[in-house]
């Protein structure tokens, strides 16, 4: 038998063997790409912190299970002023009682502290930015978002451009606390770089339905229905009044015959006849 050379012994990588890899299946990813990977079909992860919105049903809907950070959400509705602080109103609690600040940005109605205070937003913690034009809004949330300055912010831009949305997206990679913009239900139909989208309109039993048109993750088809009675009502509503629509008819009323009167009231309903246009009646 014939010995090894002497250099051969002394190279400590010829007598070691070489740890073998695990070998992966035909397709198969490494694992730190796999981790990285997002499919079109599957619920994005986080890249960042999330914020628990206190409504279960829609924290299971959202990529990471709460409102996102670093990125930009926008939430439209036909009630501007009034709805977003009871779809907000479960991440604000939080945001004060962590000793940080809740700025808003132009709302349309003043806040009402007295109803703020039931969903636990105190004045010490609330700063309302009072700006009249659009420009001003959005000069005044372009500067909180590059400063980091507080907590949450909730801005109304209806009047945001599609590159002003993206501008602010970008900005707001750099922003720890949500960022919220409000904007009528009409904007649905424009393009919008904000990674999160939602659509929310009153319910009848003191609910907030909620659509989830744009995520990170596979289109949500269902409406959300999301409880939400105003701050202070909850302890004075009667059984029967925290479910409304119990109170309505739900059998249609009886076809009788037209009346005179219901017949001139026909005639009125009619679209304002436009130029070298014909006059319709509704349908009946």
């Known amino acids: 038998m014939q010995a090894a050379p002497a250099w051969q012994a002394d190279d400590p990588l010829a007598t070691t063997p070489s740890p073998s890899r695990p070998a992966r299946q035909p397709g198969e990813l490494p694992a730190a790409v796999a981790a990285a990977l997002w499919r079109g079909d599957q619920l994005g992860s986080p890249v960042s912190a999330v914020s628990p919105s206190g409504f279960a049903a829609l924290d299971a809907q959202l990529p990471g299970g709460g409102w996102p950070g670093h990125a930009v959400t926008e939430i439209l509705s036909a009630q501007s002023g009034t709805l977003e602080w009871r779809l907000l109103g479960p991440l604000l609690r939080q945001v004060c009682a962590a000793g940080r600040s809740v700025v808003v940005v132009g709302p349309p109605r003043q806040p009402h502290l007295p109803g703020l205070r039931f969903e636990g937003v105190t004045e010490r913690h609330l700063v309302w930015v009072q700006a009249d034009t659009a420009s001003e809004r959005l000069w005044s949330a372009e500067q909180l978002v590059k400063a980091n300055a507080c907590g949450a912010l909730i801005a109304w831009l209806p009047q945001a451009r599609p590159e002003q949305v993206r501008r602010l997206q970008v900005l707001a990679s750099s922003c720890e606390g949500p960022v919220f913009l409000c904007r009528p239900a009409t904007a649905a139909h424009e393009s919008s770089a904000a990674p999160l989208r939602l659509l929310a309109r009153v319910g009848v039993d003191w609910e907030l339905l909620v659509d989830v048109f744009k995520r990170k993750g596979p289109p949500l088809e269902t409406t959300l229905h999301l409880p939400s009675v ?55």
């Open 230 to 284: 105003p701050g202070g009502l909850q302890a004075i509503l009667t059984p029967r009044l925290h479910k409304p629509s119990t109170l309505l008819p739900r059998d249609p009323a009886p076809q009788t015959a037209p009346s005179p009167f219901s017949r001139e009231a026909g005639h009125a309903l009619v679209s304002a006849p436009a130029a070298g246009t014909r006059r319709h009646r509704l349908a009946h």
